[in-house]
């Protein structure tokens, strides 16, 4: 990695370490960060190996084994949670700094393409002590003896203060009120196209010069998964290696394809891609469906991630594309497929938020659980849209929220800031689970990023 040490050395004679430290507490005790474990935890490691000179600490493979207790020599290509989680942190540093922060002597940054702090004294505001044009000291120059006879010579009308109120008054309603009369009594003509859902997150999926792939779940990996009794990497997914693993979930017989080789897709998952097909026609955009593609997830290649916007629906035993992001969310939601019980962790509950969840479909009163998260791709150039649960049909789930503004809007509305930048967000929802579908979707709680 290369290290812009000039940068790093001119900040070193400017701010004393002291004083850094200091900043960096007085970050990491924010509000801004309170709520965000894994992000005070890589700001206060990159900040302390900054300080401290400790350079060869901050690479990314050396970040993910002391920050998030990856093992020695993981593949960072296909677990991008130290580049995924810094683009959260430089984005949660610029809010603190124009919100909370923005009193602070000093400014703490984490410039792209590394991952060394740097600490800059804060900019102070100069004011011009000129003058201003319309300020009553001025010097204006005297009017001459024959400039204030002209002037009072002059035929202008001089009205008291109440008089033009109501002279403006009585023009503005004769200009309103004829308009008025012909809004309210006019045709209503029917809208040309109706939108559907929160249109602020289309506008992150589904944009013009970049392809969105909608994934659906691949059933004939649960199945082999379910019969096998075994779990499959992404590596072995992406290059079939389970397929040479076949026992018991071969056919008798031996004349027809194993279980896991079949294309299988949940019925769930075609109803979500059905509506989600729509939604450029109804945002009034048909022209954005020829950016849209449907690819099956055994079809899939690591290149397809990196550019494109992503919508990957299902569980990593469905679909395990989702574990290339499942470092950079909150929520991890596993199946396990020895008892059957799919269970939904929170690696950074909030108060009162229990740190595990279970559903197992055999008790009764059950609710089953979905997850709908939206976060980046890997490049950071586009935005994935991540739809998982503790069973096959809890995608229905993701489709009540997604068309139910009840649901949506607090969620949307915390996540969007006040520049109309949609933060990403996860939403843990719980259904009732029932033939044919998920019903009482409710809102179990949401984290925004």
């Known amino acids: 990695m290369a290290l812009n040490l000039q940068t790093i050395s001119e900040n070193a004679e ?11 507490k007085r970050v990491l005790d924010s509000r801004t960060f309170s709520k965000s474990v894994r992000l005070r935890e890589l700001l206060e490691y990159v900040g302390i190996c ?49 919100e909370e922060g923005q009193n602070d002597p000093l400014r703490m940054f984490v410039p792209k393409g590394n991952y060394v702090a740097t600490f800059t004294i804060a900019p102070t505001l100069e004011f011009n002590s ?10 204006l120059p005297a009017l001459s003896t024959g400039d204030k006879k002209n002037l009072r010579n002059r035929k202008m009308v001089s009205w ?12 503005g309603l004769a200009i309103v009120l004829p308009l008025l009369v012909y809004l309210h009594f006019r045709p209503k003509p029917e809208p040309l196209v109706q939108s559907t859902g929160p ?50 979930s071969r056919p008798p017989t031996n004349k027809d394809v194993p279980l896991s080789v079949r294309s299988v897709t949940p019925m769930a998952d075609l109803r979500l891609v059905s509506e989600l097909v729509r ?8 022209q954005l469906n020829s950016w849209i593609e449907i690819c099956y997830a055994r079809d899939m290649v690591v290149a397809n991630t990196q550019s494109n916007n992503l919508i990957l ?48 479909r055999r008790l009764p009163n059950q609710k089953a659980l979905t997850l709908v998260a939206l976060t980046d791709n890997s490049q950071g150039n586009g935005r994935v849209l991540i739809i998982e649960g503790t069973s096959m049909g809890t995608t229905y789930g993701a489709l009540n929220f997604l068309t139910n503004e009840e649901l949506w809007r607090p969620v949307i509305h915390t996540a969007t800031d006040n520049r109309g930048v949609l933060h990403n967000f996860e939403v843990l929802l719980s259904n009732d689970f029932v033939r044919g579908g998920a019903s009482n979707t409710r809102v179990v709680t949401f984290h925004v990023h």
Request: glycine letters at 6%; a negative charge.
């Open 313 to 360: 629906i299902g569980p990593e035993s469905f679909n395990p594309w989702v574990m290339l992001y499942q470092g950079a969310l909150d929520f991890y939601v596993r199946w396990d497929y020895k008892s059957d019980v799919g269970i939904v962790i929170d690696r950074a509950p909030k108060p009162g938020e229990p740190a595990e969840l279970h559903y197992d």
């Open 279 to 286: 939604v450029p026609d109804r945002m009034g955009q048909p």
């Open 50 to 98: 900054s300080i401290e000179n400790r350079f060869d600490d901050l690479s990314e493979q050396q970040i993910g084994m002391s920050v998030f207790q990856r093992p020695a020599g993981y593949n960072s290509t296909e677990d991008t949670i130290v580049r995924v989680t810094a683009r959260h942190l430089r984005d949660r540093l610029d809010l603190y700094y124009r």
């Open 130 to 139: 000129r003058p201003s044009p319309f300020s009553p000291a001025m010097d």
């Open 160 to 171: 008291p203060l109440t008089a033009w109120l109501a002279f403006a008054s009585c023009a």
């Open 199 to 248: 249109e602020i997150l289309w506008r992150a999926l589904f944009t013009s010069g970049r392809k969105t792939l909608i994934v659906p779940g691949d059933a004939g990996l649960d199945s082999y998964i379910a019969w096998e009794q075994k779990s499959v990497s992404l590596t072995d997914y992406t290059n079939q290696a389970y397929q040479s693993q076949v026992t018991v």
């Open 14 to 24: 400017t701010v004393s370490p002291a004083t850094c430290r200091a900043e960096l």
